[in-house]
Each structure stands twice: as C-alpha cells, then as structure tokens.
C-alpha cells in the first residue's frame, strides 16, 4: 500500500483545513485507514481513523466535533475536515493504512504498517 498525504498548511487558530490521503494497493476492503500527528519533542498519537468497508469512525477526545474523517472509495481517498483549529493542533499529520486491525488496536501507531510521508499542519494563535 502506498499513501500520499497533502492538504497541511499555516492557518490562524479557529480556521479549517482539509487533509487528503491518496492510497494505492488496497487489495482488501478490511483496511482501517488512520491518521496521527507528530508534534516537536513528541511521540506519534493518534488522532481519527475509519474503517475502509464500513465508514465506521474513530476519534480522539482532543479533536472530536472539530475533526471529520471521511473516505471516498472510487477514489481511493481519505479526508480529514479539520475545524475550530487551535495552536495545539500543529503538527505533522500523517495517514496511515493496516488491514486486519482489530478494534483494540486502532488507535496504536505501532499497530499500522504503511504510512503517508506527512504534511504539515501549523496552527498560529
């Protein structure tokens, strides 16, 4: 599986941005596709995924009724709606795709095997 992630950007606290991830070489409709963020000095965690098959969705409490995942399967895409941004929000979001995951591994970073190369995210106050 390989992934293309884009959409990352500077926008003032408050503002949106949405966040695509183009994935190739999804032979199976079980994959969980997830997204993560990297801040400076801090390790990976987690932050929404979606079930490939069913749309299914996963939030963290830090982003839930701001972020929106989403997938587009004739495009082989998934979105992240990013609003009400805040400055702890900055980061760098990469998207992520394992098949076979089970539910209590969604929302591991280790669990996942084919990762995006990242983009972005800077949030100002």
């Known amino acids: 599986v390989q992934l293309q992630a884009s959409g990352g950007g500077l926008v003032q606290a408050g503002g949106s941005l949405r966040l695509s991830c183009a994935a190739s070489g999804l032979t199976f409709d079980d994959y969980v596709m997830g997204w993560f963020r990297q801040a400076p000095g801090k390790e990976r965690e987690f932050v929404a995924a979606i079930k490939w098959s069913s749309g299914n969705p996963y939030y963290t409490d830090a982003v839930k009724g701001r972020f929106t995942i989403s997938r587009e399967k004739v495009k082989n895409t998934v979105f992240l709606q990013m609003n009400s941004l805040k400055p702890e929000d900055t980061a760098v979001y990469y998207c992520?795709?394992?098949?076979?995951?089970?539910?209590?591994?969604?929302?591991?970073?280790?669990?996942?095997?084919?990762w995006g190369q990242g983009t972005l995210v800077t949030v100002s106050s």
């Open positions: 992520a795709a394992q098949a076979g995951l089970i539910e209590s591994t969604v929302r591991n970073f280790r669990a996942y095997n084919s």
